[in-house]
């Protein structure tokens, strides 16, 4: 037996979220069984749980988008008893048993050994938002944008995704413009290397086709009107990696800063990632990430207490990168 979150469709649909003793024997197919050690709560596991979207394709569900731990058995020749392994993506938490667990059962495929110099509770203080924030990182210099181009904005910044992206873009020499909702994190936000912060109320209004040049590039993980505005601030030939929807999946734009000023639009999609880019994605993580800093941006949850949490994290009560320990129930 294990302890896990275990999401069950309640009267109407409704999302009913209990933490419960699971019999190994219910684990999912899959090559490789692991002991989950720590997970994290991103965007996405509190919208399940809280079933405030339909996030969840297969009842009941564990949810937990991540996980690090301990292969305990395998058939997969890759991975043996004892291999440190992480797991970000592929549809685990959504619509397959996730992380937020003491046991995990998936493909090898899914797997990545836990990268040297990280340790486990660290791997999942970057986590899927650490790691979704590297893969734009990497989009920006793909493009070639260089640390002398300009200001970069990151919308979102307070948040998982944001906060790394801020502290990695900063590391690498870049100027950083950090936009929140929550104004008395700037100097949260300027500890992590932001040169200034702004007001995202100043982006998330319907605005102007075009505005006035600024940003040599952009990590939005809030879409909408604040991904539009982003887009139209943009300068000639910049980038913007886009890879959340916080504020709403919609997309009000128009195609003028793409073709007057040739503004290139990356999307960045963490779940299915090949395993090239995705290992190379946690080198960079290990060689760029400041470690002081990811550990001030971290907050340790206990399992039991991850119902209580959910509803915080989708209020935009939490700042940073929340661990979860598994061995706290």
Known sequence: MFKAILLEQGEGGATLATLKDIDEAALPEGEVQVAVRWSSLNYK????????????RKWPMIPGIDFAGTVEQSSD???KAGDEVVLTGFGVGEGHWGGLAQKARVKGDWLVGLPAGLDAKRAMAVGTAGFTAMLCVMALEKHGLQPGDGEVLVTGASGGVGSVAVALLARLGYRVVASTGRLEETDYLKSLGAESVIDRATLSAPGRPLAKERWAGVVDSVGSHTLVNACAATRENGAVAACGLAQGMDFPAT????ILRGVTLYGVNSVTVARGPREEAWRRLVQD???????????????????????????????????????AV
Not at 45 to 56: F, R
């Open 77 to 79: 020749p890759r991975w």
């Open 255 to 258: 195609v003028a800063p793409f």
């Open 289 to 327: 990430m400041p470690m002081a800093l990811l550990d001030g941006m971290t907050e340790v949850v206990a399992l039991k207490d991850v119902i209580g949490v959910a509803p915080r994290f989708l209020e935009g009560r939490v700042r940073g990168r929340l661990v979860v320990d598994t061995a």
């Open 45 to 56: 596991d509190a919208l399940a749980i809280t079933g405030k979207s339909p996030i969840v």
